[in-house]
């Protein structure tokens, strides 16, 4: 995927979108694309392509869409977190063609898209997404939704990233600067921004910081999915300049919060 970081601080979640499906050609190359999904935690995802009209499937905070993409995992330990770096990676090649997304984890009647999607005991689906191309103008709704989030902003990165201790801002040098960019201007559920990330002995070590509310049996862990998300675009961009990182789990026992949640480490090979 060429020009990773430009497609990254480019996307935006769209909600309104010109009515009518895809191009055949973009729907083909999506559903190519799909099938080389992985994540690093070797839990597979499947991906289901839906029509909406054939399902009756909406949300009532889209509009003009034709299509939705669901995700399906196996119910186990870091399913969530491989869920949404599978999902994530789907989200910014279908951006790189054109096409516009948005994470759909509540607004939905979600038994029917669950019927759709075929979803088999012991499995989850987290979350889907409609497949569309966005509207040259956003709906009152959708402009009140992204004004009502702080869509367009993000935390600042002394928050965020962390050198040997929780709290001590991690400086890092030029290419890393804009990796960790790309990390910060990831999507989260209602724009929370759960992840946090330490450096120590070489290895980046990424955290869930929980809010309340976000974990059922149904979708499992909202907040893990998006640390999965981060952890996506940090492997992307790292592989994108040329390194090759690989995930432990091996938790440092650093002195953290108590909502905060030890998740995994990233190493260069």
């Given at each position: 995927?060429?020009?990773?970081?430009?497609?990254?601080?480019?996307?935006?979640?769209?909600?309104?979108?010109?009515?009518?499906?895809?191009?055949?050609?973009?729907?083909?190359?999506?559903?190519?694309?799909?099938?080389?999904?992985?994540?690093?935690?070797n839990?597979?995802?499947?991906?289901?392509?839906?029509?909406?009209?054939?399902?009756?499937?909406?949300?009532?905070?889209?509009?003009?869409?034709?299509?939705?993409?669901?995700?399906?995992?196996?119910?186990?330990?870091?399913?969530?977190?491989?869920?949404?770096?599978?999902?994530?990676?789907?989200?910014?090649?279908?951006?790189?063609?054109?096409?516009?997304?948005?994470?759909?984890?509540?607004?939905?009647?979600?038994?029917?898209?669950?019927?759709?999607?075929?979803?088999?005991?012991?499995?989850?689906?987290?979350?889907?997404?409609?497949?569309?191309?966005?509207?040259?103008?956003r709906?009152?709704?959708?402009?009140?939704?992204?004004?009502?989030?702080?869509?367009?902003?993000?935390?600042?990165?002394?928050?965020?990233?962390f050198?040997?201790?929780?709290?001590?801002?991690?400086?890092?040098?030029?290419?890393?600067?804009?990796?960790?960019?790309m990390?910060?201007?990831?999507?989260?559920?209602?724009?929370?921004?759960?992840?946090?990330?330490?450096?120590?002995e070489?290895?980046?070590?990424?955290?869930?910081?929980?809010?309340?509310?976000?974990?059922?049996?149904?979708?499992?862990?909202?907040?893990?999915?998006d640390?999965?998300?981060?952890?996506?675009?940090?492997?992307?961009?790292?592989?994108?300049?040329?390194?090759?990182?690989?995930?432990?789990?091996?938790?440092?026992?650093?002195?953290?919060?108590?909502?905060?949640?030890?998740?995994?480490?990233?190493?260069m090979?």
């Open positions: 995927m060429e020009n990773l970081s430009g497609i990254i601080r480019g996307r935006k979640s769209i909600r309104t979108f010109d009515s009518g499906n895809i191009s055949d050609e973009h729907r083909e190359k999506i559903s190519e694309y799909i099938k080389g999904i992985t994540n690093p935690f839990i597979p995802v499947e991906f289901v392509v839906l029509d909406a009209k054939e399902y009756g499937l909406s949300s009532p905070v889209l509009s003009g869409e034709g299509l939705y993409i669901a995700g399906k995992v196996e119910k186990k330990p870091y399913a969530d977190v491989a869920f949404g770096y599978s999902f994530e990676k789907l989200v910014l090649y279908a951006w790189s063609l054109g096409v516009g997304t948005v994470w759909i984890g509540g607004t939905m009647k979600r038994e029917l898209f669950e019927k759709a999607a075929g979803v088999k005991e012991g499995e989850m689906m987290p979350c889907v997404s409609p497949l569309g191309y966005p509207a040259k103008k709906s009152l709704k959708e402009t009140m939704m992204r004004k009502g989030i702080g869509a367009d902003s993000r935390i600042s990165a002394d928050k965020l990233f050198e040997d201790e929780w709290g001590r801002p991690l400086t890092p040098g030029e290419d890393l600067a804009d990796i960790l960019e990390v910060r201007w990831a999507p989260s559920a209602v724009n929370k921004q759960p992840w946090r990330i330490i450096l120590k070489g290895i980046y070590h990424f955290y869930e910081k929980k809010d309340k509310g976000y974990i059922n049996d149904t979708t499992g862990d909202l907040q893990k999915i640390v999965g998300i981060a952890l996506c675009h940090f492997m992307m961009g790292l592989e994108a300049s040329g390194k090759i990182p690989e995930i432990i789990i091996d938790d440092p026992k650093i002195d953290v919060p108590e909502d905060v949640e030890y998740i995994a480490g990233v190493r090979r």
